[in-house]
């Protein structure tokens, strides 16, 4: 085992990222025979099969599975290795991997220029999908820091509330409800709903709402994009309830408005989350201060300059 380097774990790792030994390579810059090579040292050093194939795509086979597991372990240590000797260097270095729901994508990308602008020597990434697959990189432990609106419950994580997530319901500006004050969830029940697809945690908190409600309403379409539902009310397919984040860019002259209705805002919270026991590198670390100092009060500024 003590055969096994670094660069085959790496390349390990981004085989079973995109399943394929193709894809690994291009993004490494490293030719398929090197690839499967490096990879052919690596299973003989480990003495078990790695992989099987299944068709065109790759699998780890369960010994694979593990070596994976250690292989993040040690790219985090190494790369907190990396982030020390450069902090002793007197320059900061590195690498932050930040992952997001597509809901929080609102206001995490907006937190990256004035944290580059402080930190410019950590190389950023950024993930955005839906909370199920946040939730599937965080058990994997993908990337540096997660951000979502539900916390996962069935994991152990550190968990640092950021910041109010309302959830609102938003309907077209000519919409007969618009402007009309507490309006009954019976009347909002009438009204076509555009809904998230499953896998959002939009989705999840909404669907709560309603049967807690007990309301009975009247789903027209599924749509994967908050930006999607948002051309759909424009267009006049329904209504929607999303955060109120997706509307930081709308002003008082937007087709969309937000409806008065009994019972919203749903009051949530934005978290940033990681598994608890994960040793945070400096840049990741780095990041949390930064928010909780200052980038959480320029996100609520943002917010209260949102559509009302
Ligand atoms: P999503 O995110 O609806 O875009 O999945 C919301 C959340 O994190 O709760």
Do not use: C
């Not at 690994?24 to 078990?48: C, N």
């Not at 240590?77 to 020390?84: D, K, N, S, T, Y």
């Not at 190389?123 to 990337?143: F, G, H, K, P, Y």
């Not at 400096?282 to 009060?297: N, P, S, T, Y």
Request: zero cysteines; a negative charge; charged letters at 20%.
């Amino acid at each position: 085992m003590t055969q096994a380097t670094l660069h085959q774990l790496n390349i390990l790792e981004a085989i079973a990222r995109h399943g394929s030994f193709t894809r690994a390579a291009e993004e490494l810059g490293l030719t398929q025979p090197t690839v499967s090579q490096q990879i052919k040292q690596l299973t003989k050093a480990m003495g078990l099969p790695l992989f099987d194939q299944i068709g065109k795509r790759i699998h780890l086979t369960e010994a694979g599975e593990s070596v994976l597991i250690a292989s993040r372990d040690i790219a985090d240590r190494v790369a907190q290795l990396e982030m020390h000797l450069s902090d002793l260097q007197g320059m900061e270095k590195g690498r932050l991997r930040l992952s997001t729901t597509t809901t929080a994508k609102y206001f995490v990308p907006r937190l990256l220029g004035p944290f580059h602008q402080q930190h410019p020597g950590i190389t950023l990434s950024l993930e955005i999908t839906n909370q199920a697959e946040v939730m599937q990189r965080l058990s994997n432990n993908e990337d540096d820091l997660y951000f979502t609106g539900r916390p996962p419950r069935d994991m152990d994580v550190e968990l640092r509330p950021i910041l109010p997530n309302p959830l609102v319901v938003v309907a077209n500006r000519s919409n007969p409800l618009a402007g009309l004050k507490n309006i009954s969830l019976k009347q909002l029940a009438e009204q076509p709903m555009i809904m998230r697809e499953s896998g959002s945690g939009t989705r999840a908190i909404v669907e709560q709402f309603f049967v807690d409600n007990r309301l009975d309403v009247n789903p027209i379409i599924d749509l994967t994009s908050n930006e999607a539902i948002k051309q759909a009310i424009v267009g006049g397919l329904g209504v929607s309830v999303l955060s109120q984040h997706t509307l930081a860019l709308e002003n008082n002259e937007s087709p969309l408005v937000i409806l008065d209705v009994e019972g919203f805002p749903i009051q949530q919270y934005w978290y940033l989350v990681y598994p608890s026991g994960k040793q945070l590198s400096v840049a990741a670390q780095a990041f949390i201060d930064f928010i909780l100092e200052e980038g959480k009060q320029s996100i609520e500024e943002t917010l209260s300059n949102t559509l009302q």
